[in-house]
Each structure stands twice: as structure tokens, then as C-alpha cells.
């Protein structure tokens, strides 16, 4: 049996997400669509995966409704084509709930959309509904369920899970700017760990992009060396945490002074702190160009850097300083468009501003730009 499944993601991910799903196990992605990626699995459901936000089967679709309310009662029909059958099980469930989300302007509210299909599931499914347009949270034992509506589709699906993926079982402490937990998976794959590797995070934060890396290769004989510097001390506390008893190292130190040896470093994973939600301080609130000489003393010459930048600036600052991009992406997250960059020492290149045509400007959304 062939399952339809449908990943969701954030916006500039699908690519990776649907990279981590044919690895996963015998699977065949079938479409790349916003925040989507569609795929088939033969058998049991893939294993969880660590890029997506959350995985769904594909319960019913047929052409979006448009953009007027007195559209909406279309939506009912997508009840009625819903196959909520194994392998998710609704049988040993008390209620549902549906989140949706739609592209562009609507003379309705997600809530409008999400009651008009959920009030005519529950009555089919005999089962309660639970409307999130009152703001509590649905009671243990509902499953989820999830509407889009992307300007050419409607689409009804239903959680594998009882809960969504990208809520970390080890995510006990946050902090302001944490990492989404899928990008610092996304990014963590990017870096392409080897055995033996030392992989640095010079502005930790709570730990997150170490954590997904280290839980990338749990083998023992792996032996990757994880480290983590922090200037806050409630970091080094979230951090440390989250860790638990995972091989990390988290201690306190200013990312303008790291206190390891020049060309010690094989991978850097950061998302530095550039004043959007949390503020350079130490040695960094003098300006971000201390922080890229330090990353790139610290970084051996055959080392790379995964690294989430704010803004084209900081895109710039990272050619300025002798580094050559793999890759930039631009992403969607919380309402900001930041680039995913995964750079590499090149001191073959001559003229920085030959590396700067060769990537700027840079891609539009959703576009990678790769250097020759």
C-alpha cells in the first residue's frame, strides 16, 4: 500500500525536507508546493523527520474556494471526500481540532474556514469538535487536523501524531531567538558532520542547533566534538539543560574572543545575535566585524560555517571577510525573510569584489543561488 503523505515546512526548506524524506526509507516525493512537500511511503510511515515541522496524510483535496465567505461552504465537500482511515487510528480518539492557513487576501477569517470543515468532520466522524477561535488549546485525546488553501487547492489533512514535530522533547528551556528546531536541523544537516568532526556554536543560545546536530549522529563511534560559548549566563543554563546528557560542551565566553586555537574548528553552526530579537553584547555590540575575523580564525582552512544571517548586509560582511557562499537560501520565519548560508574558507579567491558578483544580488524567495 502507498500512502499519500504531505510534509510541511518552513518556506525555502522543501528542497532539504524532501531530501531527508527519500533517505528516510522507501518513499517517493511526488510534488514540491509552498511550505509542502507531497510523497508517497510504501508500508509503515517513515520514521520521524527532523526537517519537517510535521508530517500528514493527505485525507482530501479539490479546487480552493476562492477569496469571498459565501465560498466557504464549498469547503464541506471536503468532509465528505476525507478517507480518515488507518494507519492513524481515529478510533482511540475523543475529538478533533483543525489549524488552517491560506495565501493571500480572503473576506474570511482562518477561523471561519477551520469551523466550516471541522463542525461537518465531526458530525460525519461522530466524534466533538474543539474550535481553536476561542483561544484554548484543544483537549488531550484530539486529533489534529490541518487545512490549507493555496490558491489553487483546498486541502484537508490529518496529523500522524499526536503532536506536531517540531515540538523537541528536549526543548525544556527557550529563550528569546531561539531556533525553530527543523531550521537548526536543516542547517546542522547542511554542515555534513564527518566522524571526528569539532563543531562549534560561538552564541549558543539555548542549544538548539548543537542538540539537533548531536541527535544527527547518536553513534557512539561517531565521535563528533560539540561546543557551545554563550556571554549570557541564562543561555549557559537553557543550554546546558536541553542538553541533558548529550556530548556537548556549553560554557560561558564572548563570541568576539573565543578562548580555542586558531584553525581548530571544522564546523561552525551559529544563528548570531544581529539586534532583530536578541542584541549583540561583549565584544560584538562594537560591530559585527569582529565576530566574522573571529569565526574565521577560529575555523580550520578546510572548515565550513552554516550560518542563519538577518539581512543581505550580513550576506556581504561574510564575502568581506574572505568567506565564499555554497549556498544561499532565503527563508520565512515569524514574518522575516533572513538567509540560510553555508560558506566555506576560499583563500584561492582573489578580489572580493569578484565574489560578490558572483552571488549579489541574491536569490528571491525560495530561490537558492549556488557559486559556480
Known amino acids: 500500500m502507498h500512502t499519500p503523505l504531505v510534509a510541511r515546512c518552513l518556506r525555502g526548506l522543501e528542497t532539504l525536507v524532501a531530501t531527508e524524506i527519500v533517505g528516510s526509507g522507501p518513499a517517493a516525493v511526488t510534488e514540491l508546493r509552498h511550505r509542502e512537500v507531497h510523497f508517497t511511503a510504501a ?58 492557513s491560506f495565501l493571500g487576501s480572503r473576506t474570511f477569517t482562518r477561523y471561519d474556514a477551520e469551523d466550516a470543515v471541522g463542525q461537518a468532520l465531526a458530525h460525519r466522524l461522530s466524534v466533538p469538535y474543539h474550535s481553536r477561535r476561542t483561544g484554548i488549546a484543544p483537549p488531550p485525546g484530539s486529533r489534529g487536523w490541518r487545512l490549507t488553501l493555496d490558491g489553487t487547492y483546498a486541502t484537508l489533512l490529518l496529523r500522524t501524531e499526536d503532536r506536531p514535530l517540531h515540538r523537541r522533547a528536549y526543548k525544556r528551556h ?65 543550554a546546558s539543560a536541553n542538553a541533558d546528557d548529550l556530548p556537548i560542551a556549553i560554557h560561558r565566553a564572548d563570541a568576539g574572543r573565543l578562548p580555542l586555537p586558531s584553525a581548530s574548528i571544522d564546523r561552525v553552526l551559529c544563528n548570531p545575535p544581529w539586534g532583530t530579537q536578541v542584541s549583540a553584547g561583549g565584544l560584538l555590540a562594537e560591530g559585527p566585524s569582529r565576530w566574522w575575523t573571529e569565526l574565521r580564525r577560529v575555523l580550520a582552512p578546510t572548515g565550513t560555517a552554516v550560518l542563519l544571517l538577518a539581512d543581505r548586509d550580513a550576506v556581504t560582511a561574510a564575502l568581506e571577510h574572505d568567506f565564499t557562499p555554497v549556498l544561499v537560501q532565503r527563508l520565512r520565519l515569524s514574518g522575516a525573510q533572513p538567509f540560510l548560508v553555508h560558506l566555506m574558507r576560499d583563500d584561492r579567491v582573489r578580489g572580493k569584489a569578484d565574489r560578490k558578483e558572483r552571488v549579489l544580488p541574491g536569490p528571491g524567495p525560495g530561490r537558492p543561488a549556488r557559486t559556480p
Open 43 to 100: 508500508g509503515p510511515l517513515p520514521p520521524q523527520l527532523r526537517t519537517a515541522d510535521d508530517v500528514f496524510l493527505l485525507a482530501a483535496r479539490r479546487p480552493d474556494i476562492g477569496t469571498t465567505r459565501r465560498a466557504l461552504r464549498e469547503l464541506v465537500e471536503l468532509a465528505e471526500l476525507a478517507e480518515p482511515t488507518e494507519p492513524v487510528g481515529l478510533s482511540e480518539h475523543t475529538g478533533i481540532d483543525i489549524s488552517a
Open 174 to 238: 527557550a529563550l528569546p531567538g531561539t531556533l525553530h528546531p527543523p531550521l537548526a536541523a536543516a542547517m546542522a544537516v547542511l554542515a555534513d558532520i564527518r566522524p571526528g568532526a569539532t563543531v562549534l556554536d560561538p552564541c549558543c543560545g539555548a542549544g538548539t542547533l548543537l542538540i539537533e546536530a548531536a541527535l544527527a549522529h547518536p553513534d557512539a563511534h561517531f565521535r563528533a566534538h560539540f561546543r557551545g560559548f554563550d556571554l549570557s549566563p541564562d543561555a549557559i543554563t537553557a
